[in-house]
């Protein structure tokens, strides 16, 4: 039978930096044995909740009692002494590391031989148990995102918590990887571990989880049991709207304006092709989305297209006009824009401040001294106009949630106001609500501008593409026309069929 | 504009703790602890002599700070500052001694500091095309370039500029035209003081204020978003380095026109190196390079002055300026929320 491991009362937060209040009085109960998820929009919260819960933030009042004893945690390190993990959104391990490298770097007694064989063995021990199997000896680098989260998964587990908090892990993994961590969800909780899902992911947290919270404007406003709730009951909670499963609908097409050629591009080692001479065309009026597994040449097709990365051979025309390996700076002026999925390392600079992120263009475009007050107002406009919460606009941009950071950058790009726009998951890290508005500010856009979407979550691929590709290995595994009907498992069915080989 | 919140209240706390470890080194070495501490920390504001002197030899620390700066703003590292220096004064003085009798003062002393910060610049330039055409590291080349030469600056100043009546190992002096005016006799401050500070406050306007000047802070936070955004990152290091190299060299060149009117060898020793310490302990803002500059040439005059007051080695500035590039450079000691406000 589950028992509470952790009663949280009353905890409020308020920063005051930005003067938001993130926590407003959250009362909730965790139990072992059980998955719980926590759900809720974009700056609901959530982080703020279990950044609290394993000492990061303090709050300003409430009080958690862990196993019945009163809980002041000091830091990460000291939650997980007493049993609380997490397992963060965005992975802390370094790549220059082998795995079994990285999770010495928490082990805190002497490193003598004998030690460290121990040690490795209680790695595999718990590797084993809850089938978390590592490449020990290899590098983190060559590492997928699930990999990676395991290595992190494995880290928590190693101390024996009690408790485990995920922090957004579906968001950059796919679909099979997903179903994986689902059942080391269930495994850990048939151990007796308390598993704490934090999710935006409606359909997600309500098919795995035991127990469900929903959490909004720094309050718990519906707490369930799974089988007390529907999903439509819950997408009512969390967003205050009607879920609509319609398509973005086909409108009638235009010219052609970005066309690519038999394009290989070079991957993150030297010479290796990342992307195998793809060719395709888009036109204005039809949205075409890029899927397939993420790390599959994706990523590098745009950030080739865009002259992030070289282009070994074929070419891309835009609007007719040859620009093949030109800087992005020179394809700005011509009108193509581009959001990077890699979003810290590319897409935005998190150091700078919110409004240095939206102004970019103008600054570099514009006159020899800056016109701050010119921008500073534009910077305000569009943040109003896109419905991004902030503080103060000279904040850094790490002060954003992921949610909000995501609506400044497609704000940033739509405002350039391009011929053909490049988009590296723009779905990523939104919640439901802000998914119909993207789809239909989408839906709007494809009538003045010729869009790619790329994105790893072929379902979202399904709901907003006209046209469907789906790249494999770096080459194009499927090409086709979004017909109704056409479902994930029909197209993996039809690239099984064509490739005959992969799983 | 980039929030600093966090800086001044740890750049304040590195300040303290390095006047800290004078003290305790004042009071270990000296027989007469009391009169030591007081020639330490107080007697450079007892005249204008002493305080003259800190105001000069902070001159062309503010403008190694600068440079050092610049660099870092780009994160680009200049390393070379050192040799900068050196070559700056050598070619401006070698400019000077050419020109003499042919322009008059105010216009010959223009034309040194211009050909100094060229050739520094020069120097500093090669380092950054050999980063953005080869991919050699700018920390490694301009550091070995400019220990180079340091050596080629000595042989000139022993060999063809050596001023030989003299006997020392000094170039020629420079013409009573070709010198700044003294501001607070007896001591050594001069005119260029105010070089240094306008250069410190263009810099800050060119870094916040222009167009170009945002393109180097932008591309010193995340060089990729940098490109991806259209900004050439190439160009950018390119320049911000040619800079730095040319403010370096004005240090140099500034310095001998105002203080010893010739290049003697090795007179411009740790200008460079603590430049970096004074860019680090401002956090690259050029505004608050002039009070790290001023406070390092505290340090100094002070332990000049205790030497002579109160027999303490001088080599305690050196160990507190130690003390305070240590704290700087490990700013993992003190734990970052520690000062910045938390964000969500």
């Known amino acids: ?503 | 504009m980039i929030r600093r919140s966090g800086a001044n209240g740890r750049s304040f706390i590195v300040i303290a703790l390095a006047l800290a470890a004078g003290l305790v080194l004042v009071l270990i070495m000296s027989e007469e602890p009391l009169n030591a501490t007081r020639a330490f920390f107080l007697s450079v504001f007892s005249n204008r002599f002493y305080f003259g002197n800190l105001l000069a030899y902070s001159i062309p620390l503010i403008l190694t700070g600068l440079a050092a700066s610049f660099a870092f703003t780009s994160s680009c590292f200049n390393l070379g500052i050192e040799g900068q220096v050196y070559l700056g004064a050598l070619a401006g003085t070698a400019a000077g001694t050419l020109l003499f009798g042919r322009l008059s003062g105010v216009a010959g002393i223009f034309v040194m500091i211009i050909v100094s910060f060229l050739f520094g610049a020069t120097a500093a330039g090669i380092s950054a095309l050999l980063k953005t055409r080869l991919g050699v590291n700018e920390l490694i080349s301009s550091l070995l370039l400019s220990n180079g030469l340091v050596l080629v600056v000595d042989y000139f100043i022993e060999g063809p500029l050596n001023d030989r009546p003299s006997g020392l190992a000094a170039t020629v002096s420079l013409p009573d035209e070709f010198r700044f005016e003294r501001l607070m006799s007896p001591s050594n401050l001069h005119s260029g003081i105010f070089f240094s500070i306008v250069a410190a406050i263009i810099l800050w306007f060119f870094l916040f204020r222009t167009r170009e000047g945002f393109k180097m802070r932008i591309a010193g936070m995340n060089r990729r978003f940098a490109y991806y955004s259209g900004v050439d990152t190439k160009k950018v290091i390119f320049w911000s380095l040619f800079v730095s190299g040319g403010l370096a060299s004005t240090a140099g060149i500034v310095d001998v026109i105002g203080i010893h009117g010739r290049v003697m060898r090795g007179f411009s020793s740790g200008y460079g190196w603590n430049g970096i310490a004074i860019a680090l302990v401002a956090r690259n803002h050029p505004l608050m390079v002039i009070p790290a500059a001023l406070f390092f040439a505290y340090l100094e005059s002070g332990a000049q002055i205790a030497s002579l007051e109160a027999n303490v080695t001088t080599e305690v500035a050196k160990i507190a300026q130690a003390v305070i590039f240590f704290l700087v450079t490990a700013e993992a000691l003190i734990p970052e929320g520690f000062w910045r406000k938390r964000y969500a």
């Open chain 1, 1 to 503: 039978m589950s028992k509470r491991v952790l009663e949280i009362t009353d905890l409020s937060k308020t920063y005051n930096v930005s003067g938001t209040r993130a926590l407003d009085g959250a009362t909730l109960t965790f139990h072992s044995g059980e998955i719980a998820s926590l759900l809720g929009e974009n700056a609901a919260g959530k982080t703020t909740l279990m950044k609290i819960i394993v000492g990061i933030e303090k709050p300003d009042s409430g009080s958690m009692l862990f196993r019945g004893d009163k809980y002041i945690p000091l830091g990460p390190s000291s939650a997980l002494e007493k049993g609380i993990g997490m397992v963060p959104q965005s992975l802390k391990v370094i790549s220059q590391l082998t795995v079994f490298e990285n999770l010495l770097l928490g082990f805190k007694t002497n490193l003598l031989g004998g030690a460290i064989k121990h040690f490795k063995e209680r790695i595999e021990e718990v590797m084993q148990r809850y089938r978390l199997q590592l490449p020990l000896d290899k590098k983190v680098e060559s590492l997928s995102t699930a990999q990676r989260q395991k290595l992190e998964v494995v880290r928590v587990l190693q101390n024996s918590p009690k408790i485990i908090i995920f922090d957004e892990p579906t968001t950059l993994i796919s679909e099979t990887e997903k179903e994986e961590l689902f059942e080391t969800f269930r495994r850990l909780s048939a151990e007796g571990k308390a598993v704490i899902f934090i999710t935006h992911k409606l359909r997600e947290a309500y098919s795995v989880s035991d127990r469900i919270y929903v959490i909004r404007s720094g309050a718990i406003i519906g707490r369930y049991r799974r089988e007390e709730t529907s999903v439509e009951e819950l997408h009512k909670l969390v967003s205050g709207e009607e879920i609509s499963t319609d398509r973005i609908q086909l409108t009638s097409s235009g010219e052609v304006v970005l066309r690519v050629e038999e394009l290989s591009i070079e991957g993150s080692v030297d010479g290796e092709e990342a992307v195998r001479r793809v060719s395709f065309e888009v036109k204005i009026g039809e949205l075409l989305a890029i899927s397939g597994v993420a790390g599959n040449g994706q990523e590098e097709l745009l950030e080739g297209i865009f002259g992030m990365r070289k282009i070994l051979s074929g070419r891309v025309l835009l609007d007719g006009k040859d620009v093949t390996n030109m800087s992005p700076r020179n394809l700005r002026k011509l009108g193509l824009a581009a959001l990077p999925s890699d979003r810290d390392g590319a897409a935005s600079c998190k150091t700078a401040t919110i409004k240095d992120n939206l102004v970019i263009h103008r600054v570099i475009d514009g006159s020899w001294i800056i016109d701050d007050i010119g921008l500073d107002a534009f910077a305000r406009e569009l943040l109003s106009d896109y419905g991004v919460v902030y503080g103060s606009i000279f904040d850094p941009a790490l002060s954003l949630s992921g949610g909000n950071l995501q609506k400044l950058l497609l704000s940033r790009e739509i405002s350039s106001e391009p011929i053909a726009l490049l988009l590296g998951e723009p779905s990523r890290g939104l919640d439901v609500k802000h998914l119909h508005l993207l789809r239909a500010v989408l839906t709007k856009l494809k009538d003045e501008m010729a869009i790619v979407v790329f994105t790893t979550d072929l379902e979202e691929a399904l709901k907003v593409g006209d046209r469907i590709i789906v790249m494999s290995e770096g080459r194009i595994v499927y090409n086709d026309v979004n017909r109704p009907g056409l479902s994930k498992h029909g197209i993996g069915r039809l690239i099984l069929n064509a490739t005959g080989e992969r799983q």
